[in-house]
């Protein structure tokens, strides 16, 4: 006798997911999918990020070009010396020209002659003297010929009126009084009349009285020393060059004319 079909029962609990129990007696458990804020806020901050920004009326700005290589490029780069050299400007200064570059009043200065930048005057020469001018961009240099401890001779050709004896001379080579005192032992000699440019313009010179050349070698620098040295002893200058400073010299320089020297070379 046949038996009838077993029917299998099916295990709903199988097939779905469990229902949480929403009973009264069963209190909502919370939802298991969890929340990272730090992961949120590196989301938001990586979304601000991307998005291109603006100006104030809406139009997108533009960004600076940013080259990833600029460390290396700048280490590669060569380091360029821009240290100056130091070098020394002879100049043979005319007549009237002041020892200075500007001059509100227009008149002549180092500037119509040195196109030089960054030079100055190692010490000074009248407006109305003539002859050598050291310029350098030296500090030390500068220091060393305008201080009287170094000893840096000087030499003059001054043309005096009058012809003074050797008596008269030789009150210079001792020194002189004047009104900020004792001037230091000078050499002193009489010369011939050096070959040198015509004054522009002319020096006046008597026509009864002679003149005489003097060569004169000092170490100070007081304001117009030599005029007032030889007006001291009687007999004024007429015409004053300075020929010579230390080791540089007029010789082959023209009046209104200069020459640029780097220091260490053969002057």
Same mark, same amino acid.
């Given at each position: ?31 298991? *999918? ?26 997108? *700005? ?10 290396? $490029?700048?280490? +590669? *780069?060569?380091? $360029? ?22 001059? %509100?009043?227009?008149? *002549? ?11 100055? +005057? ?11 001018? /050291? /310029? ?41 009084? /004047? ?6 032992? +000078? ?32 170490? %100070? ?28 010299? /007029? ?17």
């Amino acid at each position: 006798m046949s038996q009838p079909p077993v029917s299998k029962s099916i295990n709903k609990n199988k097939l779905s997911p469990k229902r949480a129990n929403t009973g009264a007696g069963s209190p909502a458990k919370p939802s298991a *999918k969890p929340t990272n804020k730090s992961s949120a806020n590196r989301a938001t901050v990586a979304e601000s990020k991307v998005l291109p920004a603006r100006n104030a009326n809406g139009s997108l *700005k533009k960004e600076p070009f940013k080259n990833p290589n600029r460390r290396a $490029v700048a280490a +590669a *780069k060569p380091v $360029v010396n821009q240290t100056i050299a130091p070098v020394i400007v002879l100049f043979n200064k005319p007549f009237d020209v002041l020892c200075q570059f500007t001059d %509100e009043q227009g008149r *002549k200065t180092l500037k119509d002659y040195i196109p030089i930048a960054d030079v100055y +005057a190692a010490g000074r020469l009248d407006r109305d003297s003539e002859g050598l001018l /050291l /310029l350098t961009n030296d500090g030390q240099l500068q220091a060393r010929l305008t201080e009287p401890k170094k000893k840096t001779f000087k030499i003059y050709w001054v043309q005096v009126e009058g012809v003074p004896s050797e008596d008269v001379l030789t009150k210079l080579r001792q020194g002189v009084e /004047l009104n900020d005192g004792m001037t230091l032992p +000078a050499k002193v000699k009489i010369m011939d009349s050096p070959d040198i440019w015509p004054r522009n313009p002319p020096v006046r010179e008597r026509k009864n009285i002679p003149t005489t050349w003097l060569e004169i070698q000092i170490h %100070e620098g007081r304001n117009r020393q030599v005029r007032r040295m030889t007006a001291h002893i009687g007999f004024p200058t007429l015409r004053l060059i300075r020929y010579k400073i230390g080791q540089w010299s /007029l010789d082959n320089l023209p009046s209104g004319e200069h020459k640029c020297i780097r220091l260490g070379d053969q002057v």
